[in-house]
């Protein structure tokens, strides 16, 4: 008998422990439930703006990079077929063959000091012949017809 009493405890035991633990699982799931959920804080909503458009760029500004490609091609060229190429380009951008080339060589308060005056056509076969583009260019002067009319480079 004692073994039966013994085993019928030890379940009312385990029954008991297990309807507790059930009921305790029970209570937590409920405050869960029950329990409101977190108003998320509040964001301010940034707007971002969209990135003005960059100024119009000027018909010198857009000669200037499109001279500075075509120097950078002459001297980079493989062949002399492509810098001749790249130099009628080039020519077609001036008003004549004869368009002052002006290379600063020094400058103090304004005072801008000059190498020897040159052509463009001299300067572009400068550039085939030494494949070295020393300069750039600082200053450029268009005509009324939208064609280059003076160049000034200074060394790089």
Request: hydrophobic share 40%; charged share 25%; aromatic share 6%.
């Amino acid at each position: 008998m004692k073994q039966t009493l013994f085993s019928l405890s030890l379940r009312k035991t385990m029954f008991v422990a297990l309807i507790a633990m059930m009921a305790m699982g029970a209570c937590k799931s409920k405050k869960k439930a029950v329990a409101p959920a977190p108003v998320p804080a509040l964001k301010e909503e940034v707007v971002q703006q969209a990135p003005p458009p960059p100024p119009a760029r000027s018909a010198e500004e857009v000669a200037a990079e499109r001279l500075e490609n075509i120097f950078n091609s002459v001297t980079n060229a493989s062949s002399v077929n492509s810098a001749n190429q790249s130099i009628q380009e080039a020519l077609a951008m001036f008003s004549n063959q004869e368009t002052p080339v002006l290379i600063v060589i020094h400058e103090e308060n304004g005072i801008k000091d000059y190498d020897e005056p040159t052509t463009i056509k001299k300067y572009l076969e400068y550039l085939k012949d030494t494949k070295k583009n020393l300069n750039y260019i600082s200053d450029i002067r268009m005509d009324a017809s939208g064609k280059v009319s003076e160049l000034e480079l200074r060394r790089k």
